[in-house]
């Protein structure tokens, strides 16, 4: 197959320049008889202003113009210290008399080339023009110049006058084969030559629009393919640079509104430019090798700062001086697609992609040598560019190539695809014989169904015993202590919750607070939740009254749940909070421990802003409560809390609620709710928070267990002198709490070994 691929891009290559090659024969077509006009063109240099009327009798000024090579104009000027890059204005003359083989026949004139602008007159009558004259200069570019003389202007038995108003600028000249025959035979002729000079670049410029559009979307299609991808954005530059080939052909060149400078700037030498820049990346996506991303940025470095100059260029000839550096810029890229190339057949990766690589470029070789063997050889004829031809070539060998590397991938997925449906096939058959006995059974398992609808009823009966049972558990959701107002939102995922909140308080006075959310869902977790809230509330208040750190409370509710629930697979995670006596500012020191929850929430009503709990001393809270076998840290967070201070406990579910598009309700919705209600209860606050995330989810079921507790510091009533620490015998908890003692004495043990 890749033999084939050589052969027709050679193919390809060798038609095309046997095409132009007959194109740019001298020849008569058809035998027409022909008036060649170069051995009698004559030159005089004019201004902006000159008019037909105002040259054609001053012949005396005209001197023969003998230069016939293809930049004839160009040379002439040379002597201005420009090289011939300025405008200039010229007239060309041409005195003739019409041969016999003529006479009396429509005739017609054919200019093969002629740059940049022109307007021609016969006898004083305007019969075409190409291009225009400054300040809205554009070049007539590469299409051949035909005019209609007509029969009446002419001077069958006598002399006639044709004159060419020419605005030269840069790489200018006449053909020396403008010849003047029959309309026929000269419409033909400029056919022909604007066919190959110009129309067929239009056909190829459809082609590059479909391929491009076609990988790209195959580059979507296949995971935004690299190849793929490349080759579709080399087709769109290469569409770009050969714009200018083919423009002056169709109608909406002549109404554009831009200055020739500028049209070959951004066209040709724009697209030029990141054309080689984009070649070498799929050089590089072809042959699958990585280029570290130093190379990369340093090759857009280079392509910013070459397009930054070209777009610096104010005029043409500054930017036909950037010709000279543009081609060394070319130069670079295209060396490091060689590079690349060459790295991956040192390592002899991808081995036989890299040896048939190189022959894939074996056409653009042919058409380099081509262009430049016949320019030298023939310097006074007009060809066409074959590096051109041979490119497209090129690019139609890459089609093909991935074309049929997408074919190869359909074929894949469309016998996978058979095979499934094989599979399926044989599957269908089996569900066939299986619901034949299926069919025996169901008479059973409507009985079966009959009494499991009875367990049902009665499973959940006992589970709405058992939520009521677990609510009348907890404390009451709202509450207001001395200094300190508390609401709670509880909302069960199911009837029974895995999540656990408990305050702690003694005459009055809020002590701590404790929020714990236990993995899973449903009867094991609101189990755990039984059990751990007593192991909690019993630790934190031997903890409190012994003066412990939050951290070390958090340590024996790990060891003694791990103790407890044996086992049981279910964690906790969670928050316990250690609330001291008020100081002299009535501000309130908190001590908090983290157990692999959700970091709470602390709102400053000095600087009305919210902010997350977090390790000051870098020490990270890893490792959940209740895990066997896995080191944890718990680490003890200190803060202070003032009047109007609010401090939010919640579990994830709050936060990882979804809507029907699958968007989280997030934190900073919750701080925000936050921070515009700061100055209501919390009661207030919770109502707001279950209303605002009840309009996010839209009817959707919760997904989790929701529970959320907000406190807010209120100015306190008990001064600093007043205020006792409480003694063990009179600390009350806010619930009845089991006897502990034989766990006592396993801490106390294990503290001794």
């Known amino acids: 197959m890749r033999e084939k691929f050589k052969l027709i891009s050679i193919s390809i290559f060798l038609c095309m320049l046997a095409a132009c090659l007959s194109s740019c ?30 040259i054609v009798g001053q012949k005396d000024k005209f001197v023969p113009l003998t230069d016939m090579s293809t930049k004839n104009i160009q040379h002439l000027f040379k002597d201005d210290g420009t090289g011939g890059l300025s405008g200039h204005y010229l007239w060309v003359r041409v005195d003739f008399e019409i041969p016999e083989e003529l006479k009396h026949k429509s005739l017609g004139l054919n200019i093969p080339y002629l740059r940049m602008a022109q307007r021609t007159y016969v006898n004083g009558c305007f019969i075409g023009s190409k291009g225009s004259f400054p300040p809205k200069e554009r070049s007539a570019l590469y299409s051949a110049h035909y005019s209609v003389i007509p029969e009446n202007i002419l001077n069958h038995e006598g002399n006639n006058v044709l004159l060419i108003k020419i605005w030269h600028h840069g790489q200018s000249g006449i053909s020396k084969n403008s010849f003047i025959g029959t309309t026929q035979d000269a419409y033909i002729s400029s056919e022909i030559t604007t066919f190959f ?32 991808r490349f080759f579709a954005f080399l087709n769109g530059t290469t569409f770009i640079f050969l714009i200018p080939f083919w423009a002056d052909v169709f109608p909406w060149y002549n109404f554009i509104d831009i200055k020739y400078h500028n049209f070959i700037k951004f066209t040709l ?52 001086a950037l010709s000279v550096p543009m081609i060394l810029m070319l130069i670079v890229h295209i060396s490091f697609g060689i590079a690349f190339w060459l790295i991956t057949l040192i390592k002899r990766q991808n081995l036989r992609k890299s040896l048939t690589l190189i022959s894939y470029f074996i056409p653009v070789l042919l058409g380099s040598l081509t262009d430049i063997t016949l320019r030298k050889l023939f310097p006074n004829v007009v060809f066409p560019f074959f590096i051109l031809f041979s490119w497209h070539g ?13 074919l190869i991938m359909f074929r894949t997925n469309l016998r996978q695809t058979e095979e499934l449906k094989l599979l399926n096939d044989h599957l269908e058959d089996k569900v066939r014989e299986r619901t034949h ?24 009966m006992d589970l709405e015993m058992a939520s009521i049972i677990q609510r009348k558990f907890f404390p009451q959701t709202n ?6 107002q508390i609401a709670i939102l509880y909302e069960p995922l199911a009837k029974v919750s895995g999540d656990l909140y408990d305050y702690y308080n003694y005459n009055e006075i809020l002590n701590g607070v404790s929020l714990f959310d236990v993995s899973g869902h449903g009867i094991s977790a609101s189990l755990i939740t039984m059990l751990s809230k007593n192991i909690i509330s019993h630790t934190f208040q031997k903890g409190f009254r012994q003066s412990e750190p939050v951290e070390k409370m958090l340590y024996k509710i790990n060891s003694q749940i791990i103790r407890e629930k044996d086992n049981i697979d279910n964690y906790l995670t969670g928050i316990l909070c250690r609330f001291s006596d008020f100081d002299k500012d009535d501000a309130c020191r908190v001590d908090l421990g983290n157990a692999g929850h959700p970091y709470p929430l ?61 968007e ?45 507790i907000v406190l807010k510091r209120t100015p306190s009533d008990i001064s600093i002198e007043e205020e006792a620490d409480a003694d063990e015998e009179d600390f009350e908890p806010t619930e009845n709490v089991q006897d502990y003692e034989e766990l006592e004495e396993i801490e106390e043990l294990e503290e001794i070994k």
């Open 437 to 460: 006995e299926l069919e025996g059974a169901n008479y059973e398992l409507s009985l079966l169904n009959e009494r499991l609808e009875k367990e049902k009823f009665r499973t959940d």
């Open 479 to 484: 509450k207001n202590f001395n200094g300190w």
């Open 602 to 662: 602390h709102f400053n009503a000095a600087t009305k802003e919210v902010a997350e709990i977090t390790e000051e001393k870098g020490q990270l809270h890893y490792g959940a409560i209740g895990m066997k076998g896995m080191d944890v840290s718990y680490p003890e967070m200190n803060f202070s809390m003032k009047v109007d201070d609010i401090l939010v406990l919640y579990t994830d579910g709050v936060t990882e609620s979804t809507n029907k598009n699958s």
């Open 664 to 708: 989280q309700f997030g934190l900073q919705r919750v701080k925000n709710i936050i921070t515009a209600n700061c100055e209501k209860t919390p009661n207030e606050i919770l109502n707001i928070l279950t209303w605002e995330l009840a309009q996010f989810t839209d009817g959707k079921p919760l997904e989790d267990d929701i529970t959320m």
């Open 394 to 406: 090129t690019i139609l060998v890459f089609v093909f190539i991935l074309a049929r590397r997408t």
């Open 197 to 228: 000079n110009c129309r067929i670049y239009g056909i190829f410029e459809g082609v590059l629009v479909i391929s491009a559009i076609f990988f790209l979307l195959m580059a979507i299609a296949f995971g935004n393919n690299g190849a793929y």
């Open 25 to 54: 024969k001298k020849s008569d077509t058809a035998g027409s008889p022909r008036l060649y006009i170069a051995p009698l063109f004559t030159w005089c240099e004019t201004n902006e202003s000159s008019t037909y009327n105002d």
């Open 269 to 320: 030498c724009t697209g030029l430019e990141a054309t080689f820049y984009l070649l070498s990346f799929f050089i590089a996506e072809f042959l699958e090798f990585k280029q570290p991303r130093q190379i990369k940025g340093l090759r857009l470095l280079l392509l910013i700062l070459s397009e930054i100059f070209l777009i610096r260029a104010k005029n043409y000839d500054q930017l036909m």
